[in-house]
Nanobody, 124 residues
Framework: QVQVVESGGGLVQAGGSLRLSCAVSGRTFSNFAMGWFRQTAGKDREFLAGIKYSGSMPDSVDSVKGRFTPSRDNAKNTVYLQMNNLKPEDTAVYYC?????????????????WGQGTQVTVSP
């Protein structure tokens, strides 16, 4: 059974930074592509950033490019999302997900394993 557990969310002022962590257990972590998503009430889950199992070519969507950076430490079975220059519109529940494929999927349906989410709130 694969477990995905996010941590690191919280309350931060606009312009501040947070680093989310996501620990994966139960399967060989290095086989998974990892993605970060966020969701607000009444909206679909939005892909933000992802990273291949090799750690190469981290990818992020234009709305967060230059501010959010994914990384991973396969020795620790953990993936990270460094979030800088946070804005109030970044307020959401953030999710980490794992996909057993060698590329970074951009849609939630392509991910098999999900964490429970961690709340990020950015105050003005």
């Amino acid at each position: 059974q694969v477990q995905v557990v996010e941590s690191g969310g919280g309350l931060v002022q606009a312009g501040g930074s947070l680093r989310l962590s996501c620990a994966v257990s139960g399967r060989t972590f290095s086989n998974f592509a990892m993605g970060w998503f966020r969701q607000t009430a009444g909206k679909d889950r939005e892909f933000l950033a992802g990273i291949k199992y090799s750690g190469s070519m981290p990818d992020s969507v234009d709305s967060v490019k230059g501010r959010f950076t994914p990384s991973r430490d396969n020795a620790k079975n953990t993936v990270y999302l460094q979030m800088n220059n946070l804005k109030p519109e970044d307020t959401a529940v953030y999710y980490c997900a794992a996909a057993n494929v060698p590329w970074v999927p951009k849609t939630s349906a392509q991910y098999t394993y999900w964490g429970q989410g961690t709340q990020v709130t950015v105050s003005p």
